[in-house]
């Protein structure tokens, strides 16, 4: 999986009420009405400025708090290409893996707002194309790859009738 994209930064401790605020998680099923909303009280104008492919890059503990899918859901349908941090909350984790969101656990000192990333998933590299350098993150294993590669693990099954991971 190669992504590419600009940056959207934030810090530590991002919960899933920032990721997407309970006021809206109960009111609709739509993700992308959701979507609007991803990260508005962190950010308010975050849904205007993300584009198609962009990151959210962010510090340790990223999606902690509850455990609902909606806050991947939500982040994949904004078009978020994956989530870049230091550390992820494990059950957050498991959502997004679950949901087909690309998670890339790194160093994220080195990236700053709007620097534009490229991220090769299954080489387990990050190119900040805006300094020129490049960061090692932590490799998913092949099965986390696997099911990533098929929009997560429901699509995974559908295609295979079974949990084939070979």
Do not use: W
């Not at 510090?59 to 455990?67: I, P």
């Not at 679950?98 to 790194?106: A, R, Y």
Request: with cysteine; charged share 30%.
């Amino acid at each position: 999986m190669d992504l590419k994209g600009k940056t959207h930064k934030f810090g530590d401790d991002v919960n899933t009420d920032y990721i997407i605020s309970g006021r809206y998680k109960f009111k609709t099923l739509d993700m992308r009405e959701l979507a609007k909303h991803v990260m508005e009280d962190l950010d308010p104008d975050f849904y205007d400025k993300v584009n198609k492919g962009d990151f959210i890059v962010a510090g340790k503990n990223f999606g902690c708090g509850s455990s609902r899918e909606q806050a991947p859901l939500a982040i994949i349908n904004a078009d978020v290409s994956a989530v870049i941090a230091k550390s992820f909350a494990r059950i957050f984790y498991r959502n997004c893996i679950n949901t087909g969101l690309p998670l890339v656990e790194c160093n994220t000192d080195l990236i700053d707002e709007n620097d534009e990333l490229q991220v090769e998933l299954d080489k387990g590299v990050l190119h900040n194309l805006t300094k020129n350098i490049d960061i090692e993150i932590t490799p998913l294993p092949p099965v986390m790859l696997k099911i990533l590669s098929d929009g997560g693990l429901v699509e995974h099954f559908k295609k295979y009738g079974t949990f084939n991971f070979d």
